[in-house]
């Protein structure tokens, strides 16, 4: 059985009165995750291109 078969079946089996707290628990989570993931190797060195193009404009201006 997959991880989420599993989860399913735990939540099948969770009484209506804690499925409120395991989805504002799951909204956090994934919330959570978003905001931590680091930038890729590839987002850092645009964002660095990008700001050195910038303060060359600046400079030439």
């Known amino acids: ?3 989420k078969e599993l989860i399913i079946q735990e939540i099948e089996q969770t009484p209506e009165f804690l499925l409120e ?3 504002n628990f ?5 919330v959570k995750h978003i ?16 700001r050195h ?7 030439h201006w």
């Open 1 to 3: 059985m997959s991880l």
């Open 21 to 23: 707290k395991v989805l």
């Open 26 to 30: 799951l909204q956090f989570i994934k």
């Open 35 to 50: 905001h931590s993931k680091p930038q890729t190797f590839e987002n850092e060195r645009n964002n660095k291109g990008f």
């Open 53 to 59: 193009r910038k303060s060359v404009n600046k400079q």
